[in-house]
């Protein structure tokens, strides 16, 4: 469920000029429209190219939707929410509690909604950028992105999945329009997405085939609904919603002594999934198809209690011949065997690590953010900047997800530093700053080298946590109380900036051929 907004979207015509503008209204992009109103820094937009906020909260509304990290933790520590009914939201209950976040802080008209971004280009005569979207042109001294990592969806592949039929869809475009009551389905893929949808329309359709190309490592799901008197005391009793935050919080960390840096450890927690296997299955042979043959963490670890005894169902079959091809009213796998279905699917995640949008973004040079990611690994500082893209930073920027505890925390870190930098930049009157790339490369250096130890490159799995180049450049390698140790504060000596005064000539004027060389600190 969405609340409805109002609708602020416009079309200008010559381009707008405010001081920042925020691309992306999901929780990171939320939250710095937040801060930076309380900052009073209110000459800013949001683009935002849904018709809602929420980002992929708001998009991902497949049947079983819901969050695998209790929302106690998964929300903004600023605008705790005493209401919710269960330990593990819903996609419903987290999508309200955006809006209602969005409407308490007053943010709804700083954003143009419907504002699909499709370039964002650095102008080396002006030191602004300029962004073209579907509504119409913008000019901002500042961009902060806050795209999210999950919001292209990845269309895999597949020989003939075009020529198809029936009704197909991806996990995160979900037509609510097609009712599946009766129908032969196949689910593409085994991860978070699939493994919630599977068990909710299992007993709806009648057959169910899900392809698994890589069997994922399942944990127990500990939800439960809230009772009325824990209800009241998250309410009444002042701290106890803090404190149960706390214990959620400190109960995940101690996964990442296993995670990242003694992957032998999650052992432990092999033996308690393998344990839900048995439970969750009779058939010996479909217990070992669901069995994993990696360390568990390599990939995301899932909970379910549902997704082993959906797959256990007479009308639900696993299989795990590789796919060779669509037809259209049928999959075909390898061994030949050809399986017949009215609707498909598709839940083979995100473009995490090629996102689409980097291809839009130019920065000094005019060189894209996806050349620049293509020929150096997706590389930044801190998550929130990248050398050769000055005045822009990142949320949820690169080596800043995690794989077992909530992102919001994250946001929330790197929100603290970028509106420090934005602060720093008024404060020196700053026209133009660009991360080091000495200090860039050396943050690299010491994130991979705390990388080597973890399960994400040592636990015999492919994932998309790892780049083209063999870098796990998705994923913090460390305590996330570490990253918000070093994001507390903005750290001017690690980028070149130039005052605006000293720019060789102001801003708005459009003389052509000037580079500016942003001068050392
Ligand atoms: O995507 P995924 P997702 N042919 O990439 C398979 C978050 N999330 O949408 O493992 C056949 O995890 C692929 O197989 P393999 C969460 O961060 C959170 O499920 O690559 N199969 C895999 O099984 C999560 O990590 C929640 O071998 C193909 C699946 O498709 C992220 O979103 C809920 C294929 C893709 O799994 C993405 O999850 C849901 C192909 N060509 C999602 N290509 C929460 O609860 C891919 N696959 C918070």
């Not at 997405?193 to 190309?213: K, N, W």
């Not at 960390?253 to 990242?260: F, K, R």
């Not at 870190?413 to 000495?438: C, F, M, P, W």
């Amino acid at each position: 469920m969405s609340l409805t907004v109002t609708d602020t979207s416009e079309r200008v015509t010559a381009p707008r000029q405010v001081d920042t503008v925020i691309i992306g209204s999901g929780f990171a992009g939320l939250g710095a429209a937040i801060k930076l109103t309380q900052k009073g820094k209110n000459n800013f937009l949001v683009l935002e190219r849904g018709n809602d906020v929420g980002g992929t909260w708001r998009d991902n509304t497949y049947p079983g939707a819901a969050c695998d990290v209790p929302s106690h933790l998964y929300s903004y520590s600023f605008a705790l929410n005493p209401d919710w009914t269960r330990s593990f939201s819903t996609q419903p209950e987290i999508q309200k509690y955006i809006s209602s976040v969005a409407r308490k802080y007053n943010v709804l008209d700083k954003h143009v909604f419907g504002s699909d971004v499709t370039s964002v280009t650095w102008d080396e005569s002006t030191h602004r950028w300029n962004i073209v979207a579907s509504t119409g042109e913008y000019t901002a001294k500042v961009v902060v992105t806050a795209v999210g990592a999950l919001c292209e969806p990845n269309l895999p592949p597949i020989k003939g999945i075009e020529s198809f039929e029936g009704d197909v869809f991806h996990s995160a475009q979900w037509n609510h329009d097609v009712s599946l009551e009766g129908k032969r389905v196949a689910v593409i893929g085994t991860g978070a997405s699939a493994i919630q949808i599977v068990p909710a329309i299992a007993d709806t359709v009648s057959h169910l085939d899900v392809y698994q190309r890589t069997a994922p490592w399942i944990l127990p799901r500990f939800d439960r609904e809230y009772t009325g008197l824990e209800k009241f005391a998250f309410k009444r009793i002042p701290g106890f919603q803090r404190l149960s935050r706390t214990g959620i919080y400190a109960a995940r960390e101690t996964q990442v002594v296993g995670l990242a840096k003694k992957p032998a450890l999650m052992r432990i927690f092999e033996l308690i999934a393998k344990q839900q296997i048995n439970k969750g299955i009779k058939d010996k042979s479909l217990r070992k198809k669901v069995t994993p043959n990696f360390r568990i963490g390599c990939k995301r670890m899932l909970i379910s209690n549902a997704y082993y005894p959906a797959l256990d169902r007479a009308n639900v079959d696993l299989v795990t011949d590789g796919i060779a091809e669509v037809k259209a009213n049928s999959i075909v796998t390898a061994d030949g065997t050809e399986r017949q279905i009215d609707a498909l699917v598709v839940a083979t995640g995100f473009h995490v690590t090629d996102s689409p949008a980097y291809q839009g973004i130019y920065g000094k040079g005019g060189k894209t953010l996806a050349q620049t990611f293509e020929e150096e690994g997706q590389q930044g500082y801190k998550g929130a900047a990248v050398a050769n893209y000055p005045n822009m930073f990142f949320l949820v920027g690169p080596n800043t997800g995690l794989g077992h505890t909530s992102m919001v925390f994250m946001i929330e870190s790197q929100l603290n530093y970028v509106i420090d930098a934005l602060d720093t930049i008024d404060k020196h009157d700053i026209g133009v700053i660009e991360v080091r790339k000495d200090v860039q490369d050396e943050y690299n250096a010491d994130l991979q080298d705390r990388m080597s130890n973890s399960v994400w490159m040592n636990g015999g799995c492919a994932s998309w946590y790892l780049d083209k180049h063999g870098n796990n450049t998705t994923l913090w390698p460390d305590f996330t109380f570490r990253f918000r140790a070093i994001t507390r504060k903005f750290d001017l000596a690690a980028y070149r900036s130039v005052a605006e005064s000293d720019l060789p000539i102001s801003a708005g004027n459009t003389v052509a051929d000037t580079d500016i060389e942003v001068a050392a600190q």
